[in-house]
């Protein structure tokens, strides 16, 4: 065994339950020449230490692909690099919206010939597999345009801007691994959305995320995500200034398993669903915490 491919939150799963039948503590010690992972469907990002804890050394590659039912649209040709590169040539011609014009009734329409670097795109696709500019509901930002490099920042509808701070996938990702780095903590899944205004409160987020390990401080995780959320997003930057419009936000660790059995709950458990990591509703909140048996402050 050499590689292996799939999406990483279940493949999670797997490594766990192969490593508990066979008493081993890594996966090298069963499959002693893996060399690479090909993962995509999710960031990566929030399983990157538990991998390298679950599979040690230097040996291992962790390759990102990008591609659906609909077609296939990019690779990771450069372990040194976090972005993919466009797959021009696989019979999918590419238009693209800028986020924000997503829901306008008139949108401009892009080309690769008009796209820009740093930009937050939603794909379009026509394919010669039948699909006429079918919306994927990924968004992306290109990192290069000789050749069209990108990294996946989100999705359409899984985002918060009920203040107008858009905050996109790409931002939380961002964040997270930082206060993770400050305080020695792993992730297993999350999901976020807005602890909304009243009368005698500001608006703010809300976290919930399910451990592997927890924080070493959970009020400097909080705090290190909200800084590093300022940092990479100057909408959020501006609604947090001096708590005029939004306040800290709030992180609450839920017990293991709790998304495990909200998917199941939804018969959603497996294959390729995955948990919706921001909304700017709080249905998602509501329900985790009845699975949770947690009793909202």
């Known amino acids: 065994m050499t590689n292996i491919s799939g999406v990483p939150s279940w493949y999670l799963v797997l490594i766990k339950q192969i490593l508990a039948y ?11 020449n893996l060399e690479v992972f090909f993962h995509g469907g999710i960031s990566f990002t929030p399983y990157r230490e538990q991998y390298q804890k679950l599979i040690p050394g230097d040996q291992m590659n962790y390759m990102e692909t990008y591609n659906a039912s609909e077609g296939f649209f990019g690779i990771q040709d450069d372990p040194q690099k976090n972005d993919m590169l466009l797959m021009l040539d ?19 329409v892009y080309t690769l010939g008009d796209v820009e670097t740093g930009v937050n795109y939603a794909i379009i696709i026509s394919t010669n597999g039948g699909l006429w500019r079918y919306m994927m509901g990924d968004t992306i930002v290109f990192t290069s345009l000789n050749p069209f490099r990108f990294r996946i920042s989100g999705r359409t509808k899984h985002f918060i801007n009920v203040f107008g701070e858009e905050v996109i996938i790409d931002n939380a990702e961002k964040a997270l691994e930082t206060a993770c780095k400050n305080t ?39 705090e290190t995500l909200d800084d590093t959320l300022k940092s990479v997003n100057s909408d959020y930057e501006a609604k947090r200034y001096k708590d005029l419009n939004l306040v800290k936000p709030v992180v609450r660790s839920l017990p293991r398993d709790t998304f495990s059995k909200w998917l199941i709950s939804k018969n959603k458990f497996g294959g390729q669903n995955k948990v919706p990591r921001l909304s700017n509703s709080r249905e998602y909140i509501d329900e985790l915490y009845g699975i949770a048996g947690m009793v909202k402050e």
């Open 22 to 32: 066979t008493g081993k503590s890594n996966l090298l010690d069963i499959w002693p």
């Open 90 to 108: 696989y019979g999918i011609f590419y238009e693209f919206i800028p986020s924000d014009k997503v829901n306008s009734s008139s949108p401009p």
């Open 184 to 222: 020695g903590a792993r992730i297993n899944e999350y999901t976020a959305g807005p602890v909304f205004m009243s009368t005698e409160s500001k608006g703010s987020h809300e976290w919930l995320i399910e451990f592997e390990q927890q924080p070493s401080d959970l009020n400097l995780f909080t």
